[in-house]
């Protein structure tokens, strides 16, 4: 459980706080993943402050961008404030702010004021169109301006038993075992030191993959191998039928949703118990991050 903590928590990801979901639907966050963005939603409710829920996502993914819809509303308390609070708490964190559009340009002018140019927000403010169509694109040169990225090219989704393959070595080796990890352009497993041979770059042709449900087939090439405590880890590039790299596009569109689903479940099982202590110490974070550590050293 450690380690899978631990994997869950790297890596760089953007969460948008109190979100309108009228002008920025959750489906763009799925279409970001293929740009190489990781985000999240995370909303408001009654039972813990957004404050302390903004709190707790700063103490635990350190390399995080965090944009706040100011338009959403907060009881006892402003915006203004939270972030001021944030930024001397955790004076290297990245913020940026999401708004409607205005009608009047003073007021637009008067909120670029405040945040860019007073407060010296790192990522920006993002003035969201009616139309939500015109804002998927407008968010994700944003994200790209902002470096969201982070250091690796494709987001990783961290598997479980849930995600299976079976493939055929030139040495016709069986293997049938459960994915370590997938992303877009490459995927892992773990088998144990000697137990298969596979030769460095060796091709492997039509490797069948269960992710969640979803079936399907492509070929792959070995990328690297590397000792870890379980045995070995081989890491494998997709290659399309075509001897390209990467996914054939309609096996990228049908996996995409499904890494994002894996994905949105692990940060959102993480967060979740996160709050939920904090709930349980009346709004204290500390105990909630101590839980945390201490499940990754064990």
Not at 43 to 54: C, G, Q, R, T, Y
Not at 79 to 89: F, L, N, P, R, V
Not at 272 to 284: E, Y
Request: with cysteine; aromatic share 10%.
């Amino acid at each position: 459980m450690s380690k899978l903590l631990e994997e869950i928590i790297k890596g760089r990801k953007v969460f948008f706080i109190t979100p309108d979901k009228t002008l920025f639907p959750q489906s763009y966050l799925e279409e970001y993943l293929s740009l190489g963005f990781e985000c999240y939603f995370v909303d408001s409710d009654i039972f813990l402050p957004i404050e302390i829920k903004v709190d707790i996502i700063l103490s635990v993914f350190k390399d995080s961008i965090l944009y706040f819809n100011i338009d959403a509303p907060i009881q006892h308390t402003s915006w203004t404030k939270i972030i001021k609070d944030m930024q001397e708490k955790y004076p290297e964190a990245l913020f940026g702010v999401m708004y409607a559009k205005r009608q009047s340009q003073d007021e637009r002018h008067n909120i670029e004021h405040q945040f860019l140019y007073t407060m010296e927000l790192k990522c920006g403010c993002i003035q969201l169109e009616y139309q939500k169509k015109n804002n998927f694109s407008l968010i994700s040169q944003v994200l790209f301006a902002n470096q969201a990225t982070g250091r690796r090219k494709n987001v990783r989704a961290v598997c479980s038993n849930s995600c299976t393959i079976q493939l055929t070595t030139e040495k016709k080796q069986v293997i049938q075992c459960s994915l370590t990890d997938i992303s877009i352009s490459h995927f892992s497993f773990v088998m144990p030191v000697d137990e298969v041979t596979i030769a460095p770059y060796e091709k492997i042709e039509n490797i069948a993959f269960i992710i969640r449900g979803l079936r399907f087939r492509s070929d792959a090439v070995l990328f690297m191998t590397r000792p870890v405590e379980s045995g070995m880890l081989y890491v494998f590039a997709f290659e399309s039928k075509k001897g390209q790299a990467g996914l054939d596009q309609s096996n990228k569109e049908m996996l995409i949703p499904k890494i994002y689903e894996i994905m949105n479940e692990n940060c959102g099982q993480l967060l979740n118990r996160l709050f939920s202590t904090a709930i349980r110490k009346h709004g204290d974070t500390s105990e909630a991050i101590e839980d945390l550590k201490k499940s990754i050293e064990e």
